[in-house]
């Protein structure tokens, strides 16, 4: 178990730096969302539970970008 919470907090600082480049991602949505720390987490949720599914991160991050829900849930 501690094995997996140490490759979840390392995707998690791998995310939050890549959220970090928003503004040279053409991600306008993204980048107003994370700037609500409830909002940035709900999302970073989102993007992991999307690479779990086997997305890559930057895949996570355009398809949120790309059909972008309100809520960030992701089935």
């Given amino acids: 178990m501690a094995r997996y919470e140490n490759l979840l907090h390392s995707l ?6 890549s ?5 040279s991602l053409d991600t306008p949505y993204l980048c107003s ?19 779990e599914k086997g997305y890559s991160i930057g895949e996570a991050i355009n398809m949120l970008e790309n059909d972008l829900d309100p809520n960030y849930e992701i089935d």
């Fill in 12 to 17: 998690r600082e791998k995310i939050e730096d």
């Fill in 19 to 23: 959220l970090e480049l928003c503004d």
């Fill in 33 to 51: 969302a994370i700037s609500d720390k409830d909002d940035k987490e709900r999302l970073i949720k989102a993007i992991i539970k999307l690479v």
